[in-house]
């Protein structure tokens, strides 16, 4: 689920302790392992699984969220990663308002969309924004689809029912089952579907990768789009192609891998720890995989790009810099901060940095999007 923030800050907390780099490094291209041990067959894989016990951990991820406990801004401004989680989400805001601004520009009917891992709300106010008409919400954790229901009810009381857009919310595993009996009206198709830091944990098997991506994409209507944030799997491998224990991260995250063996293309499994937020088993996405199994659905991949690039991209709209501020994406750069690992052009009104341990964590993510432009096989 997403490490992102859940709710926005109406002020910016003290500045915390935190040891800052000597110099920012030079942007450069970003180093990939080689991809060959990769590219196995998709028989050949589904060979290799077949032939040994599959673990499921769908119940383990499910428990792990149901315990999370629900917390207010000020315990959250005090964490070592409040700022790191309001870059995600500021990610998250531009992704999903850019595609709801071109569904708006190019259709006059209603917009509606499927949250897919819906967590406990933190995208409500984004669907709010964005002005649709109806929202599914289904996410594996009986615990934060009850939060995400109670945000949604809390929000439509202050707003007065006044633009506020229907809602559902359904607690079902997407990886095992489809959604569509479980709908209001089983017939329902969407526009967008955003699927924001999960898919992920559904390439544990070719099954359970396949219904995700079929819930994500099978009612989409024409002209409609899957969305996402998941781990980069080639970074993944680069930093613990790097370490000799196969784990990598810092006083804020933690990755550990199980073996040296090349990577399958499903159940690729690592663990993933981030402070008071994540600490459960992830799987690599291995995106030319993703993009033929989604080809298979009509759907094509028409951008990826890691979180650093995106945000390279993204911020040199003003309206997306304002946002940047408005969100407290970045911590604001004080005087005795100006060698920082990373800080906005000069030229802004604003200039603000992430510490290196949020930045490392953050800079291992990227965003997609996809759109039908394709037979289904």
């Known amino acids: 689920m997403e490490p992102s923030s ?3 800050p109406e002020s910016r907390p003290e500045s915390r302790p935190e040891s800052r780099p ?47 406990q ?9 964490s070592r990663i409040f700022y790191m989680r309001n870059f995600n989400n500021w990610v998250k805001s531009v992704l999903i308002g850019e595609i709801l601004d071109q569904l708006r520009r190019s259709r006059t009917s209603p917009v509606r969309v499927l949250d897919l891992g819906c967590g406990k709300g933190g995208d409500l106010l984004k669907w709010r924004r964005g002005n649709i008409s ?3 919400c289904t996410d594996i954790a009986e615990v934060s689809v009850d939060q995400c229901r ?10 007065h029912n006044n633009d506020m857009f229907t809602a559902e919310f359904i607690t079902a595993d997407a990886t095992k089952e489809p959604l569509w009996p ?46 996402g944030t998941t781990p980069d799997a080639y970074e993944l491998m680069r930093r613990a192609s790097l370490s000799q224990d196969l784990s990598f991260g810092n006083e804020v995250f933690k990755v550990r891998f199980k073996s ?7 159940g690729a499994e690592y663990h993933f720890s981030l402070e008071g937020v994540v600490d459960v088993p992830e799987f690599m996405v291995y995106f030319p995989l993703m993009t033929r199994m989604l080809e298979k659905l009509g759907m094509r991949l028409i951008l990826k790009s890691r979180f650093s690039e995106f945000f390279e991209e993204k911020v040199k709209d003003e309206q997306h810099r304002s946002l940047l501020q408005k969100m407290s994406a970045l911590e604001r750069l004080r005087k005795e901060l100006y060698k920082c690992f990373y800080v906005t052009s000069v030229t802004f009104a604003f200039q603000g940095t992430l510490s290196r341990s949020e930045w490392e964590a953050a800079s291992e993510y990227k965003t997609f999007r996809t759109e039908p432009g394709l037979d289904k096989d």
Do not use: W
């Open 22 to 68: 000597e110099s920012r490094p030079e942007s450069r291209p970003e180093s990939r392992p080689e991809s060959r041990p990769m590219k196995r067959s998709l028989d050949e894989d589904e060979e290799s699984l077949s032939k040994r016990k599959a673990s499921d951990h769908s119940s383990e991820v499910a428990d792990h969220y149901n315990r999370l």
């Open 134 to 136: 109806h929202l599914v």
């Open 260 to 266: 040296r063996s090349p990577p399958s293309l499903f």
């Open 70 to 78: 629900e917390v207010g801004l000020q315990v959250r401004s005090q």
């Open 6 to 8: 859940e709710s926005r």
């Open 182 to 227: 479980r709908l209001a009206d089983s017939t329902l198709t969407f526009d967008l579907c955003s699927c924001q830091f999960v898919v992920h944990y559904s390439f544990e098997s070719r099954t359970k990768a396949e219904m995700m991506l079929k819930n994500a994409c099978e009612r989409l209507r024409p002209g409609g789009y899957f969305i």
């Open 150 to 159: 109670s945000r949604f009810e809390e929000m439509k009381k202050k707003s």
